[in-house]
């Protein structure tokens, strides 16, 4: 009857086996290719929570665009991954015994008690219609909207900051401009030289 | 008039910066004019001040807080009535002469700068001293004259003598500071204040009161906080025993000897004991041994001047002996009489030191009085007011140390505390024997065969004119400030509310009963008579006859009686013995138990342990660190992890 | 739900953000036009900013918290006191660096550009009322302090420190985001005064609560620079231009103050029993290994940045002692330390010269021969450091120990008198290096008179601030005042 349970833990288990894979796998592209399928199971967890704008922006953005940007740029650079993996295995005791530690502390502490479910009870469910992105731009631009622009200046420093770090005047970069090339006229590429006649020297002297 | 006050000390501070700081860049005669003119103008607001006081304006504020410690307010204020207009006059005015004559005196030093900046400092320290209105600013005053002296002494910091010398004043002082820091602590427990006009009007409450310093013995509080306060003044105006470092003091510049050692500094204590006079009332034994300490040192400091041959070491023990006389009046509760005889002293003192530095200029720094002689001629000036000078120092009237000096006799005469007996029979002998010394100095140097070289003898010569001017502004009060507050400052309540005296102690209001009715020159030619016909007045004579006999007509009898009298003789070259004894147990334990405190706690515990320990430390945790601090990036995430883990683990409570 | 029925924001508080983002925009955009020989217009232009800034944020200060953008943004004396703190300092960083950067070649409009939005991030962060803006506006600092430590592009340490910075920061900053989002779990609101009421409504016994604050203990001991999230701080300050490490060391300190009193103090101070435990432990471990780990360093900067480790353990026992006497004397240590940072790695700045950076502790033998005048400013810089009297250093900690023993925690005050001692070493190793050592070169010192005179006023500024401490310390104590958690 309530088929979102195993729905939501279809695409958890998924999410979780994934994102370990992202991490363990050897090869980087394939690795990437794990995280496109982290990033799936998560857009459909959001989807089931009914956030389908925020779900479809995820796979649009991350999947359509920023992945398969780092995809190749992970396929175009020849990565050594022996040499990315030496520690690898000479650090996983200990931060495995960490990690393993951890959880165990976040699995004791993290139960549903601590939080509050019953103050915060689950939204009425929205019509078909209802419009998600239309509810969201509303918050954004009203409510949030200093976090909002903020994030906007985040983002601009972010490009500067790409710019300023990547951009490289080099000297023996060859371009064109086609405003230059318009503008020459003969003289600037051919000049007539006048030159006296010389007899026809002897070969050989 | 609170601009003003704050004015005189700081344009004595300004110039000590200007010239401690820059003065190698302005150069000397810039220095001077800078100096000379900030202490002028000290001096000139000080008597304006003075007179301004006189007219009724006392003040007592705070003019900056800079702190709040335990609900106790910090404060700078200034408390300004006429015991302190008066002691701002008689600094800015010798401090001024000292300046002026430090001109002559320093021409060829290349520490010139330097000193006119110590000096100016030192007027700053002292009026600060001077014109607190609470016990800190007080101490700060003390310390600061204290660390100006300590300089002052080392001034030529490559004379090993010098060095010993500033070395020796710092560490008595600091005996006396300690006592006067305890005096300070226990005023403060008990008070719950610093400030003068609170504690003063609570102290009659508090009169009486035990304090346990150990369990079970009761000690009154007054008497406990009075002797402290009187060790701090013991160790600034130098009485017996902490008396050790003024004459060797005289290792400074004489410029110094004369500001600092002999006019303004060594007062301090005289100042301070004066100013809490409202607490010193309150115990009878403080005031007994107050006078105690003061008469040894009046007697037994001029018997010592009778053998030293040194011209400023003749001075210094003179110093000694006059700051002796002048605690005796503190005990005696002659408060007034005791300042008086502080401003005359503080001229005519610095006068002759002034002139005996004259005296050091003309003959190349040779300060050997068996080498002098015959002076008279060469240097007319300095021999007039050096003679001045011994007059009023010995108290012949009409010169102002007469009427300060039997004041001081007279009320100890009248005082009836168990202490006055000795006091009277101290205060009295001193009188020969001040005399006695004064005319040997005066008769050796000036007068008789000169026993110098022939080069020095004619190149013996006057000195120029920024000496010799000093002297002679010195000499004027040395001969008129007597007569002229005679009446006012000892039959005349001057001081006001500034000293108080219990009636049972009122030794001054007896003196002037006795010559009731009498004002103006009535009273100044009574007091005159009644000096001439005492026992003090002969005594003086009899000490000019004596040394005149002695080092003019029969100059080889002093070495007979030298030799005849062989072991006192011996006694006063050793000054008592005091340097020797205090070098052998103080020094001396203080050494064996440092050598072994040094085999022990240093060189076991300290570099053993703490200082190769801490060495090894450091090495180990930087090598630990360094391994961590490795420069990988996932070591470091690692060990925010671990930092993470540990909170979780330590702190969350399962 | 209409847009027209929303009331719009009252900008008027947050006109001096509004101002610093657009002069920023105008700046990246004149810098487009501007030829090379007008940079220096871009740097006038960037002081002329702070100043109007500062202008801006004096005009209201003193009055009444103000609240805008629906409660996520209050401007109040705390958030105006840190602000004027930082246009000041990052004002004295660009006259101080303005040589150096000239020399390197990296006097360029990024770099205005980027300082002026770290600023902002600060600013932001000052007066965040709302954890989503604090987030945003550690996010926008912190981007553009790692982009800072990587302008220099050639340096291969400089980009080094970058990746580290930027990779250590990143997993700080998820730290600090996941405590927030346990906090929104448990609270069910972002507003920092919303969740106060929640943790009182909880109870302090909550376990996710007790979670949530360890990771932002995390994200804040990462800012701060406290053991053992220390890692990057000697890193960075080391591998960055001198310059971007004099910014570093300053301006974001305050930042990392205003996190603390506003996440800490003004979201969690009912959690105190907790934090406070938590915060000795790092006060001391940092405290212990930056004194001790200082003493065996060779570079300058790198001693610095251990010792940027022990002052901000001083700074945490101000607020262990959970006071507002405490947090209050914790502020004026925020703001002492800063202006002594400023200095001593000014006094850096105006040492080196093209191709020559003055980082070696040897650089500073003989300084006295070479400039008496520099070398007293070291001095007086040092001493503050290390908590000389009458300097403003010892004054900045004294008020933080007298608040640890006001608050019954004498043995902290011990220990961290004991380290401070053993951290007076290396302050005066210092000293004696440049007073009584023979200098090992002749370079001509070419700071500019600008710089020089800003230097003087810095260092002086420590010594003769001495009348006003206790009207500093009042102020602080009274922006404290304006966080609406305490009691």
């Given at each position: 009857m309530d088929l979102q349970l195993p729905i939501f833990y279809f695409f958890a288990t998924i999410l979780v086996a994934a994102a370990s894979l992202v991490v363990t796998l050897r090869n980087p592209v394939k690795a990437a290719l794990a995280l496109v399928l982290a990033f799936f199971s998560a857009a459909c967890l959001w989807v089931l929570l009914e956030a389908e704008f925020l779900g479809i922006v995820l796979l649009l953005v991350y999947v359509g665009a920023v992945m398969v940007l780092f995809l190749f740029v992970v396929m175009m650079l020849d990565i050594n991954i022996a040499q990315l993996r030496s520690g690898f295995g000479e650090y996983l005791p200990i931060g495995g015994i960490v990690a393993a530690l951890m959880l165990l502390e976040m699995v004791l502490v993290l139960g549903a008690s601590g939080f509050d479910l019953q103050g915060m009870p689950n939204p009425a469910p929205q019509p078909a219609d209802y419009s998600n992105t239309r509810a969201l731009g509303m918050l954004v631009y009203t409510d949030y909207v200093y976090p909002f622009e903020l994030a906007a200046v985040v983002l601009l420093v972010s490009i500067v900051a790409a710019i300023a770090l990547t951009l490289r005047k080099r000297k023996d970069t060859r371009y064109q401009n086609p405003a230059e090339q318009m503008a020459v006229r003969r003289d600037d590429r051919v000049r007539l030289v006048k030159m006296p006649s010389e007899a026809k020297r002897e070969s050989g002297r | 008039m609170q601009t003003v006050y704050l004015l005189v000390p700081l344009v004595c501070l300004v110039p000590a910066i200007i010239a401690g700081l820059f003065g190698w860049k302005i150069g000397r005669v810039a220095t001077h004019l800078l100096a000379i003119s900030g202490v002028a103008l000290a001096c000139g607001l000080s008597v304006w001040v003075f007179l301004d006081v006189l007219a009724g304006n006392e003040f007592n504020g705070t003019v900056y807080a800079w702190g709040v410690t335990g609900g106790i307010p910090l404060e700078m204020g200034f408390l300004i009535d006429r015991l302190t207009a008066t002691m701002m006059v008689v600094v800015t005015f010798v401090s001024l002469m000292v300046h002026i004559y430090t001109v002559g005196y320093m021409r060829e030093d290349p520490g010139y700068q330097r000193f006119f900046s110590y000096i100016a400092l030192f007027t700053f320290a002292m009026l600060m001293l001077v014109m607190s209105n609470n016990f800190l600013q007080l101490f700060f005053g003390w310390e600061a004259v204290g660390l100006v002296s300590y300089l002052l002494i080392g001034f030529?910091?490559?004379?090993e003598s010098a060095i010993a010398a500033n070395l020796k004043a710092f560490l008595v002082n600091r005996v006396g500071d300690l006592g006067f820091l305890l005096g300070i602590a226990l005023v403060l427990m008990h008070f719950g204040s610093l400030d003068y006009a609170a504690v003063f009007a609570s102290a009659p409450h508090l009169a009486g009161q035990n304090v346990e310093l150990f369990a079970g013995h009761g000690w009154d509080l007054m008497t406990v906080i009075t002797i402290l306060l009187f060790i701090g003044a013991m160790g600034k105006s130098a009485?017996?025993?902490?008396?050790?470092?003024l004459p060797d003091s005289m290792e400074g510049p004489t410029p110094i000897s004369a500001l600092i050692h002999a006019a303004t500094m060594v007062t301090a204590g005289i100042y301070m004991v004066a100013r809490m006079s409202p607490l010193f009332e309150l115990s009878e034994v403080t005031l007994n041994v107050v006078m105690v300490i003061g008469s040894l040192t009046a007697f037994f400091m001029a018997l010592v001047g009778l053998v030293q041959t040194d011209i400023k070491r003749v001075v210094a023990y003179s110093t000694l002996s006059q700051l002796g006389y002048m605690t005796v009046a503190l005990g005696a509760s002659a408060y007034s009489a005791a300042i008086f005889h502080l401003a005359t002293h503080a001229f005519f003192k610095a006068l002759l030191f002034l002139a005996a530095g004259s005296v050091i200029i003309a003959l190349h720094h040779q300060q050997d009085m068996r080498k002098m002689g015959g002076l008279r001629r060469a240097m007319p000036w300095t021999w007039l007011t050096a003679w001045i000078g011994t007059l009023a120092l010995v108290g012949i009237p009409p010169f102002a140390g007469f009427f300060s000096k039997d004041a001081i006799i007279e009320a100890v005469q009248l005082s009836q505390l168990g202490a006055s007996g000795i006091a009277l029979v101290a205060v009295t002998a001193g009188v020969f024997v001040t005399s006695l010394y004064s005319f040997r100095l005066l008769f050796l140097v000036f007068h008789g065969r000169t026993r110098m070289d022939e080069k020095t003898r004619d190149h013996a010569q006057e000195s120029p004119w920024v000496v010799t001017l000093p002297l002679v502004l010195l000499a004027i009060p040395s001969v008129i400030v007597g007569f002229l507050y005679l009446e006012p400052m000892v039959f005349g309540n001057f001081f006001g509310e500034a000293i108080q005296v219990a009636p049972a102690h009122d030794v001054l209001g007896r003196l002037a009963e006795e010559y009731h009715g009498k004002r103006g020159s009535d009273l100044l030619l009574a007091f005159l008579w009644h000096g001439v016909q005492g026992l003090p007045f002969l005594f003086a004579v009899a000490g000019l006859i004596v040394a005149w006999f002695l080092y003019l007509e029969k100059p080889d009898l002093p070495g007979v009686i030298h030799k005849r009298l062989g072991f006192f003789s011996r006694i006063l070259e050793h000054k008592y013995g005091f340097d020797e004894f205090n070098r052998f147990v103080f020094a001396g334990g203080a050494r064996r138990l440092g050598g072994l405190l040094w085999k022990i706690g240093d060189v076991r515990i300290i570099d053993g342990g703490l200082v190769n320990g801490s060495a090894r430390l450091v090495g180990w945790v930087s090598a630990a660190v360094r391994q961590v601090q490795s420069g990988f990036v996932y070591h470091y995430a690692f060990a925010m992890i671990i930092g993470l883990f540990v909170l979780l683990t330590l702190f969350l409570k399962l | 739900m209409n847009l027209l029925t929303q009331s719009y924001p009252d900008l008027v508080p947050a006109v001096p953000e509004l101002f610093v983002l657009t002069m920023a925009c105008i700046i990246l955009l004149l810098d487009l036009v501007l030829s090379v020989r007008w940079r220096n217009a871009s740097f006038l232009l960037t002081l002329y900013t702070l100043l109007g800034a500062s202008l801006l944020t004096l005009q209201d200060i003193g009055e009444a918290g103000r609240y805008t953008f629906n409660g996520m943004f209050v401007d109040d004396l705390l958030s105006d006191v840190l602000k004027v703190g930082t246009y000041l300092l990052v004002a004295c960083v660009l006259v101080y660096s303005r040589r150096y950067m000239l020399e390197r070649k990296l006097f360029r409009g990024e770099y205005f550009v980027l300082v002026l939005f770290g600023v902002l991030g600060m600013m932001v962060l000052a007066s965040a009322s709302h954890m989503l803006t604090l987030y945003m506006g550690l996010e926008l600092m912190a981007l553009s302090l790692y982009t800072l430590v990587a302008l220099q592009r050639d340096s291969r340490t400089a980009i080094e420190a970058a990746m580290k910075y930027f990779v250590l920061g990143a997993l700080a900053s998820g730290m600090l985001l996941y405590g927030i989002s346990m906090l929104y779990g448990v609270t069910g609101t972002l507003d920092i005064a919303g969740v106060a009421a929640g943790v009182r409504a909880k109870g302090v016994d909550n376990l996710t609560l007790g979670f949530a604050v360890v990771f932002v203990i995390v994200g804040i001991g990462f800012k701060l620079g406290a053991v053992p999230f220390h890692m990057w701080v000697p890193d960075v300050y080391e591998g960055a231009p001198t310059s971007v490490t004099l910014y570093i060391a300053t301006a974001p300190k305050l930042a990392a103050f205003a996190i603390i009193m506003r996440l800490l103090v003004g979201g969690l101070v009912d959690m105190a029993g907790m934090w406070q435990d938590m915060l000795i432990l790092l006060a001391v471990v940092s405290i212990a290994l930056g004194n001790v780990v200082a003493i065996s360093q060779s570079n300058i900067k790198r001693m610095l940045a251990y010792s940027t480790i022990a002052h901000m353990g001083f700074l945490l026992l101000g607020i262990i002692a959970n006071s507002e006497n405490g947090f209050g004397s914790a502020m004026f240590y925020a703001l002492v330390y800063s202006f002594m940072s400023l200095g001593a790695f000014g006094v850096i700045l105006l040492l080196s010269d093209q191709g020559f950076e003055a980082d070696k502790l040897e650089d500073f033998r003989g300084l006295n021969r070479r400039s008496r005048w520099l070398a007293l400013l070291m001095l007086i810089l040092m001493f503050s450091m290390a908590g000389i009297p009458p300097t403003a250093g010892f004054f900045a900690k004294m008020a933080v120990i007298q608040a640890v023993i006001e608050a019954g925690q004498v043995w902290l005050a011990v220990v961290a008198v004991l380290f401070a001692v053993v951290g007076a070493y290396y302050y005066l190793r210092v000293v004696k290096l440049m007073y009584f050592d023979d200098p090992d070169q002749q370079r001509d010192?070419?700071?500019?008179w600008d710089a020089r005179l800003l230097l003087a006023g810095n260092a002086l500024a420590l010594v003769l601030v001495l009348p006003w401490i206790g009207a500093l310390l009042d102020l602080c104590a009274a922006a404290i005042r304006a966080i609406p958690a305490l009691p």
């Open positions: - | 030529w910091f490559q004379k009485q017996v025993p902490l008396h050790v470092w | 010192i070419t700071a500019g």
